[in-house]
DNA sequence: CATGATCATGGAAACCGTTGTCAATTTCAA
DNA sequence: TTGAAATTGACAACGGTTTCCATGATCATG
């Protein structure tokens, strides 16, 4: 039964939690890093569980639809990283691949003052920070 | 001589000016949307000024790497648009493609505190809204 | 349990934006 | 003018991703 909460997480996003499904979504908890599908295909092929190729592809891409995903584009593809529901931006490590989640009320408001000034219609706005993290800058 | 300026940047570019690299950058002067190597090397290929796709690539690239355009990525592949030298931010037209050019020192503020609270390097920040312009949006 | 109807899987092939190859051409300093 | 070095462009290759499609799993319903 360790995968309840992986099962649940799996139909509220409208979709069967199958072994393979689990097997992606539960790879992902507790890893601060975003991988890519292929990433993590090499990875799962090692195991006792491994999971086609296309449908890692698949999975990453229906749980990103569904928002328990973000997708953190990278060099020529997209890495993916378990987020929480609510808004929010991002401190990418460019050494680990690590990312940190960040709230920025003033970024919410230069948003919205520069959109009512020039009478854009805003549908969304993109704001991450890209270097290396503590742990890595000292190495 | 119409393109005494353009030579010029160019050979600031350190890039020999080609009529074909002299083509494109007059093609992206005054333009106001981003556009991409395919598009380009579309709209060119019917004017008395054909390129060939390859070197519409090439161009952009290098055009992109002396700092001269600012790639905008887009669905599945990357558009440029001519850029001021300065950091700036972007407001752009998912309609009509459009890419204004925003300055913002709340932006630069918060990523500077973030870093210093959390012992982050930065080597780079992105910060862009997404929408419709003014004239897309009434339409 | 059947028993279909629907959904999911995964290997292989196709896709598509982009980059490499290389012979022919152009540029530019001398 | 001239020759070394840079540039061009048709074509082939690349690589991440998607599509195909035959096989297998899932889930109501009787
Ligand atoms: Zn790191
Ligand atoms: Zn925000
Ligand atoms: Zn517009
Ligand atoms: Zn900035």
Known sequence: MRDAVTSEALREAGLRATRQRTTVLDA???????????????ELRGTG??????????????????????????????AFRLCSDDHHHHLICEACNRVDELTAEEVERWVDAVASRRGFRVTGHRADIFGLCAACARS
Chains 1, 2 share one sequence.
């Open 28 to 42: 992902l908890r507790g890893r601060p890093d975003a991988i890519t599908a292929q990433e993590l295909h090499g």
């Open 49 to 78: 569980e491994p999971v086609g190729l296309t449908t890692v592809y698949r999975t990453l891409a229906s749980l990103a639809d569904a928002g328990l995903l973000d997708a953190i584009p990278r060099e020529g593809e997209q």
